[in-house]
């Protein structure tokens, strides 16, 4: 109960002082940033999107298990109980402070106020569930009375209680500028619109990917326990650094004046295993990143630039850097704010994200942005590349089955092979299916849209009855034809064919 009590009583400061700054979310960031590589790939792969909320139940799982052993322990020794709940503070109070994000000396608060509050009750609570007071006792009672502790605990978990909805009224209440912000946002009509998509290039197949991932269904890929709920009034963007002669801050408003370029663009993970669901194709909005740079003042290497890498940083002190060449090499680039005709969700980085096509998202895709500094790739690593990712990450050239689906069972005679093959920057000119141990067989290719697209593609199989394996290669347009060779995810993207077995019946 005091355990309880304390988490709710540093919720409660966090909704005040700062929501990022809760215990719970600030020791989960520390261990989520501490975590090793195959093993956040582990979580993954296994936990999939709800990475978080595992971590999360871990976190309040350990911190029962404490507050268990703290309760049993204030039994006997009251005042040893009372400051292990100050211990566990003051892990949190370190955990706030040390946060990429953190806001100053006032993210310890929510850890410090909940565990003084914590130790307070478990102090008291134990003095009533004990008999080691010093009251004179009645004659022919135990030391304790058992309805002075049940309603003293009673109280107490409904004051918790209480305090906790309150934190999350107050939490709400505080994003409420941003849900605004983001209602009220006009998105202006581009004056350089995406190119129709080509008649065709959605196949009516049953179980294969929308050409269009709809915002609902767009895979999230990110270290934020508590998503970022930026007021688009009060956003910034800084843009300075080695090179930039003219340094300078965007508003919003300043980049929606600007002419808006709108493209189709396949985004993906590198945590993306062969065939795995870490990517998405959307209609992005927004302002052409290489104009906005050479405004300032900056050059490309190629062109006598000084800084080869650009590393953008989000409000929640994320930072991912991409090649400053590849940048302005003339593909699009961008500082996106609007995806499939809507402003960003909170979830894909409202108000402003960048995109690179053609490169991973930790090199490239950095949502919630609010600064870009020019710098080298030997004077700066990002998050990624210090915890052994590679520096730069093209996206490799892959394709995905999506129908049938692994140990589908479908019928003997005409089965229809679909999915998906991507390479972004590079676009797709073949793909290839193989059954068995068989000859490679073309798939027909679905209508390009543009090289930053995914392509679809199907193949009609004459399926005998059987146990069946079906591997998809693809051929980029550069020649390059997807490589048999398995890589792990780590350090610049997973390789390999993806098959699947089915059993046709
Ligand atoms: N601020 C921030 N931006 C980020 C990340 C992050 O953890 N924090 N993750 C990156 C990664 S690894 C990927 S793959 C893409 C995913 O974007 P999405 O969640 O919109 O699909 O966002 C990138 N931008
Ligand atoms: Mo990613």
Excluded at 7 to 16: D, P, Q, R, V
Excluded at 79 to 105: E, T, W, Y
Excluded at 393 to 410: E, G, Y
Aim: charged share 20%; aromatic share 8%; proline share 7%.
């Amino acid at each position: 109960m005091a355990g309880y009590t304390a988490l709710a009583a540093s919720e409660l400061t966090a909704a005040l002082v700062r929501p990022a700054a809760g215990p719970v979310t600030v020791v989960g960031g520390a261990a989520i940033d501490r975590t090793p590589a195959p093993v956040k790939d582990y979580a993954i792969r296994t936990f999939g999107e709800n990475d978080k909320v595992v971590l999360q139940l871990g976190i309040l799982a350990v911190l029962g298990l404490f507050a268990i052993i703290l309760g049993l322990v204030s039994l006997r020794y009251r005042r040893l109980g009372a400051g292990g709940v100050l211990v566990f503070g003051i892990v949190g109070a370190a955990a706030a402070l040390d946060r990429p994000d953190s806001a100053g000396l006032g993210d310890a608060l929510p850890s410090l106020v909940g565990a003084v509050v914590g130790a307070a009750v478990l102090y008291f609570l134990a003095g009533k569930a004990t008999s080691t007071g010093p009251r004179p006792r009645v004659e022919g009672t135990s030391g304790w009375s058992r309805r002075g502790f049940l309603t003293s605990s009673a109280m107490t978990m409904v004051a918790a209680t209480g305090a906790g909805a309150m934190a999350r009224a107050l939490t709400g209440w505080r994003g409420q500028g941003a849900a605004t912000s983001r209602d009220e946002l006009v998105l202006p009509a581009p004056a350089s619109p995406a190119p129709a998509v080509p008649a065709g290039a959605q196949l009516k197949v049953p179980g294969i990917s929308a050409f269009f991932t709809p915002n609902r269904d767009f895979y999230r890929v990110d270290t934020a326990l508590v998503v970022p709920k930026v007021d688009a009034d009060t956003w910034r963007l800084r843009v300075h650094g080695v090179g930039v002669a003219r340094p300078r801050t965007f508003t919003l408003d300043d980049l929606l004046a600007r002419p808006l370029i709108e493209r189709d663009i396949t985004l993906t993970c590198v945590s993306n295993e062969v065939g795995g669901p870490y990517i998405g194709n959307a209609r992005w909005l927004g302002v052409r990143l290489a104009q906005l740079l050479a405004e300032c003042g900056v050059e490309p290497p190629s062109r006598g630039g000084r800084a080869d890498q650009l590393v953008a940083r989000s409000v929640d002190g994320m930072t991912l850097g991409s090649p400053v060449e590849g940048i302005m090499d003339g593909r699009d680039a961008m500082l996106a704010v609007g995806m499939n005709g809507e402003p960003l969700p909170f979830d894909h980085g409202f108000p402003v994200r960048m995109l690179v096509p053609g490169l991973y998202g930790y090199v490239s895709a950095c949502k919630w942005i609010q600064d870009i500094e020019l710098t080298t790739f030997d004077a700066y690593d990002p998050y990624w590349v210090k915890r052994k990712w590679a520096r730069k990450a093209p996206v490799k050239t892959q394709s995905r089955i999506d129908t049938p689906k692994p140990f589908a069972r479908p019928s003997a005679g005409t089965v229809t092979v679909a999915g998906v093959a991507w390479a972004q920057s590079r676009g797709i000119t073949r793909v290839q299916i193989r059954v068995d141990d068989g000859p490679w067989q073309e798939a027909d290719l679905a209508a390009q849209d543009t090289v930053d697209t995914w392509r679809q593609w199907s193949y009609r199989w004459r399926a005998a009855p059987g146990g069946h394996s079906l591997t998809v290669r693809a051929t980029d347009a550069t020649g390059e034809v997807q490589t048999e060779r398995r890589a792990p995810t780590i350090p610049d993207g997973a390789s390999g064919w993806h098959s699947v077995f089915v059993t046709v019946t």
